[in-house]
């Protein structure tokens, strides 16, 4: 057994290596690649086939092994999830894709769902199959028409011709999906506010539990996946979970599309495996930072900064490593903030974000978020603010965290407190001198 | 004294609309008509008014507060009318790295309105908003429902041309990284590529995206 052990391959954790390739975003910025018959010739809906006649336990016994996390921004296992749903007792169930991507910074979802929408369409039904979901609900935010317009075609291609519909391929098992569109609201990417906004409602965060899987879409059962980890799954069913374990580390298994932005020389969307460094993902991807750099958000605008230093390049993308140093791997979405950037500017600009989308429920939030700190960052970058002000900042940010219904609170708070961490002294400059340390730049292309 | 306006209901002549739209909700569940009713009058009128809230409450049997508690909830849907041209600049942190103050101090001053403005013709409208989704092509920028992405001085001046026009151009997608590291050049005004070739580049591709 020691032997077996040893001789396991070693794991894919660069895209150096050269066992990695492209899978999810083969065809992504490939013209013409959206239509079904596109996607069925390099082998489309054959997962589909091949999971419709296996019995659906199996399936996700599959999506467990291969060890899937949600790649909306938490990392929950997806097999995990999808076991938790109620046995098949009669009552409609749903499976619904949160489409609402909408963390500052990230891109990859939309992407996906323009260039190959069929990819997410066969993903959701298996994962409909898995749970025994006939309905599909995808939920995609108001602003991506280009995408909405997509997947409505691909779906009515696909109802055509029998990959949706009454009988699916012929194997008795009927699905269907209905693609809803938001209207601008970050809080809709939390998947309870995502039921009450599909539903008719105001999109308030509901209390948990119960969880969707007990009480989801119209108080039924539901099961909630993002984009990326629905689109991963008939790549998993198709080559094997072990295909997808072979990448990563122990803790986080597979593929993950990092969207590099800000001051780096090639932004862009990138499919890694998990367990790459950071230093590999600013520097071979995306060709290093365009301009002397000082942080990095390593996961959208919710996920504390970084120092651009070393001990943090050389960190893996792995949930737990990024957790343990004081952050969040989030939706992979790398922001990189040059020497240049007033940080208070920076994180003003992430407050306002979060002032302008809490959605009034709570008071920690709507007072905390929506209010007062916006108010502290203007008044400190307005030249008016004294070294107190940035004391009372640091306590409103340690009062909200854990404090609010939702964690829309914690993702505004967070941020705050690394950037005063790590950049006290750039926020003393304001309150000490009333300018910033970092005058602002044009920073527009020619 | 107040004079009363007939306003033609707006899905007085879009019954197969309406019952396609009601029909992709279960019976249970008609209330989730509302988000994609309220789209339909503003992707028309430009905005939604009191009287067309009004009547999609009464279509789906709810009242008006309830509609209009929806729709005040959400940020793009426009309780006035914007204009024939509605931009609308990401001005969130990757787009700010990239130039989105700047763009949007250059379209206030060149269309002579501040965001949240409608010009007294009605043909420009100005708003910043948030996270458009397009960080890694920033700076964005959307007009109606078109995406402008990694818009230059040099192309914004041909977009606003065109606008004046009022002709609109075709979304300028780019597509960065992969699409790149496999063989293919930025999207944008690049040439077919069928998916044998994209296959072809990344079984050759082994340098990644360096």
């Given at each position: 057994m020691a032997d077996a052990v040893a001789e396991r391959p070693k794991p894919i954790t660069s895209?150096?290596?050269?066992?990695f390739e492209v899978t999810l975003y083969r065809y992504v910025g490939v013209e013409g690649a959206h239509t079904l018959d596109a996607y069925l010739e390099h082998g489309g809906y054959e997962a589909a086939r091949k999971a419709l006649a296996s019995e659906p336990g199996q399936i996700v016994n599959t999506v467990k092994a291969s060890g899937l996390r949600g790649r909306g921004g938490a990392g929950f296992p997806a097999g995990v999830k999808w076991s938790f749903m109620p046995p098949v007792d009669g009552r409609q169930r749903f499976i619904v894709c949160n489409a609402d991507e909408s963390e500052p910074g990230s891109c990859k979802d939309r992407y996906l769902m323009e260039d190959d929408p069929h990819q997410l369409i066969e993903g959701m039904l298996i994962a409909g199959w898995a749970i025994q979901a006939t309905k599909g609900v995808l939920y995609i935010r108001g602003e991506y028409w280009h995408a909405y317009e997509r997947l409505t075609g691909a779906i009515e291609e696909a109802r055509a011709r029998g990959?949706?519909?009454?009988?699916v391929l012929d194997s008795g098992f009927a699905f269907d999906i209905v693609v809803h569109r938001g209207a601008g609201a970050y809080i809709c990417g939390e998947e309870t506010a995502l039921m009450n906004s599909f539903e008719g409602l105001r999109a308030n965060p509901r209390l948990k539990p119960p969880f969707p899987a007990q009480a989801g879409v119209y108080g039924l059962p539901s099961t909630i996946n993002n984009v990326t980890t629905l689109a991963s799954v008939p790549h998993i069913v198709e080559k094997g979970a072990d295909w997808f374990s072979a990448m990563g580390t122990d803790d986080s298994k597979g593929i993950h599309h990092v969207q590099i932005s800000g001051a780096v020389a090639r932004p862009g969307v990138y499919e890694v495996p998990m367990g790459i460094s950071y230093r590999e993902i600013i520097h071979d991807l995306g060709g290093g930072p365009s301009s002397p750099a000082k942080a990095f958000i390593p996961?959208?605008?919710?996920c504390p900064l970084f120092p651009y230093d070393d001990e943090h390049l050389d960190m893996p993308m792995d949930f737990s490593a990024v957790a343990k140093a004081g952050s969040m791997l989030g939706t992979g979405a790398v922001i990189v903030i040059p020497e240049d950037q007033c940080i208070v500017d920076a994180m003003y600009n992430v407050t306002r974000f979060y002032a302008h989308e809490s959605c009034g429920k709570c008071t920690p939030c709507r007072e905390g978020v929506s209010t007062w700190m916006p108010q502290m960052y203007r008044k400190l970058l307005s030249g008016r603010g004294t070294p107190e002000d940035v004391d009372v900042m640091e306590d409103v940010a340690k009062n909200l965290r854990g404090t609010a219904f939702c964690p829309l609170a914690d993702a505004a708070a967070w941020p705050i407190q690394a950037s005063l961490q790590y950049f006290r002294n750039e926020y003393e400059h304001l309150a000490q001198h009333g300018t910033p340390l970092h005058p602002r730049k044009d920073r527009w292309l020619a | 004294m107040i004079e009363l306006q007939t306003v033609t209901p707006f899905f007085e002549d879009k019954q197969e609309l309406l019952e396609e739209i009601l029909g992709r909700y279960p019976d249970y569940g008609r209330r989730s008509a509302v988000m994609p009713l309220l789209w339909e009058v503003q992707r028309a009128e430009r905005y939604v008014s009191e009287a067309r809230v009004a009547e999609i409450a009464a279509i789906l049997d709810l009242h008006a507060t309830e509609v209009k508690g929806v729709m005040s909830f959400y940020s793009t849907y426009h309780g006035e009318p914007v204009g024939r041209w509605h931009l609308q600049v990401c001005s969130t942190l990757s787009c700010k790295l990239a130039g989105a103050d700047e763009l949007c101090d250059h379209l206030e001053e060149r269309l002579g309105l501040v965001p949240g403005e409608t010009d007294a013709e009605g043909r420009f409208s100005l708003q910043k908003v948030e996270c458009l989704g397009s960080c890694t092509t920033a700076p964005v920028l959307q007009v109606n429902d078109t995406y402008y992405e990694r818009v230059t001085r040099g192309r914004l001046e041909e977009l606003l041309e065109a606008l004046a026009r009022d002709e609109q151009p075709a979304p300028w997608r780019e597509r960065h990284g992969d699409n790149e590291a496999l063989g293919g050049a930025p999207m944008a005004g690049n040439a077919a590529k069928a998916p044998a070739q994209a296959a072809d580049a990344a079984a050759n591709d082994e340098e990644g995206g360096a």
């Amino acid at each position: 057994m020691a032997d077996a052990v040893a001789e396991r391959p070693k794991p894919i954790t660069s895209r150096h290596d050269p066992r990695f390739e492209v899978t999810l975003y083969r065809y992504v910025g490939v013209e013409g690649a959206h239509t079904l018959d596109a996607y069925l010739e390099h082998g489309g809906y054959e997962a589909a086939r091949k999971a419709l006649a296996s019995e659906p336990g199996q399936i996700v016994n599959t999506v467990k092994a291969s060890g899937l996390r949600g790649r909306g921004g938490a990392g929950f296992p997806a097999g995990v999830k999808w076991s938790f749903m109620p046995p098949v007792d009669g009552r409609q169930r749903f499976i619904v894709c949160n489409a609402d991507e909408s963390e500052p910074g990230s891109c990859k979802d939309r992407y996906l769902m323009e260039d190959d929408p069929h990819q997410l369409i066969e993903g959701m039904l298996i994962a409909g199959w898995a749970i025994q979901a006939t309905k599909g609900v995808l939920y995609i935010r108001g602003e991506y028409w280009h995408a909405y317009e997509r997947l409505t075609g691909a779906i009515e291609e696909a109802r055509a011709r029998g990959y949706l519909g009454a009988n699916v391929l012929d194997s008795g098992f009927a699905f269907d999906i209905v693609v809803h569109r938001g209207a601008g609201a970050y809080i809709c990417g939390e998947e309870t506010a995502l039921m009450n906004s599909f539903e008719g409602l105001r999109a308030n965060p509901r209390l948990k539990p119960p969880f969707p899987a007990q009480a989801g879409v119209y108080g039924l059962p539901s099961t909630i996946n993002n984009v990326t980890t629905l689109a991963s799954v008939p790549h998993i069913v198709e080559k094997g979970a072990d295909w997808f374990s072979a990448m990563g580390t122990d803790d986080s298994k597979g593929i993950h599309h990092v969207q590099i932005s800000g001051a780096v020389a090639r932004p862009g969307v990138y499919e890694v495996p998990m367990g790459i460094s950071y230093r590999e993902i600013i520097h071979d991807l995306g060709g290093g930072p365009s301009s002397p750099a000082k942080a990095f958000i390593p996961g959208g605008t919710s996920c504390p900064l970084f120092p651009y230093d070393d001990e943090h390049l050389d960190m893996p993308m792995d949930f737990s490593a990024v957790a343990k140093a004081g952050s969040m791997l989030g939706t992979g979405a790398v922001i990189v903030i040059p020497e240049d950037q007033c940080i208070v500017d920076a994180m003003y600009n992430v407050t306002r974000f979060y002032a302008h989308e809490s959605c009034g429920k709570c008071t920690p939030c709507r007072e905390g978020v929506s209010t007062w700190m916006p108010q502290m960052y203007r008044k400190l970058l307005s030249g008016r603010g004294t070294p107190e002000d940035v004391d009372v900042m640091e306590d409103v940010a340690k009062n909200l965290r854990g404090t609010a219904f939702c964690p829309l609170a914690d993702a505004a708070a967070w941020p705050i407190q690394a950037s005063l961490q790590y950049f006290r002294n750039e926020y003393e400059h304001l309150a000490q001198h009333g300018t910033p340390l970092h005058p602002r730049k044009d920073r527009w292309l020619a | 004294m107040i004079e009363l306006q007939t306003v033609t209901p707006f899905f007085e002549d879009k019954q197969e609309l309406l019952e396609e739209i009601l029909g992709r909700y279960p019976d249970y569940g008609r209330r989730s008509a509302v988000m994609p009713l309220l789209w339909e009058v503003q992707r028309a009128e430009r905005y939604v008014s009191e009287a067309r809230v009004a009547e999609i409450a009464a279509i789906l049997d709810l009242h008006a507060t309830e509609v209009k508690g929806v729709m005040s909830f959400y940020s793009t849907y426009h309780g006035e009318p914007v204009g024939r041209w509605h931009l609308q600049v990401c001005s969130t942190l990757s787009c700010k790295l990239a130039g989105a103050d700047e763009l949007c101090d250059h379209l206030e001053e060149r269309l002579g309105l501040v965001p949240g403005e409608t010009d007294a013709e009605g043909r420009f409208s100005l708003q910043k908003v948030e996270c458009l989704g397009s960080c890694t092509t920033a700076p964005v920028l959307q007009v109606n429902d078109t995406y402008y992405e990694r818009v230059t001085r040099g192309r914004l001046e041909e977009l606003l041309e065109a606008l004046a026009r009022d002709e609109q151009p075709a979304p300028w997608r780019e597509r960065h990284g992969d699409n790149e590291a496999l063989g293919g050049a930025p999207m944008a005004g690049n040439a077919a590529k069928a998916p044998a070739q994209a296959a072809d580049a990344a079984a050759n591709d082994e340098e990644g995206g360096a």
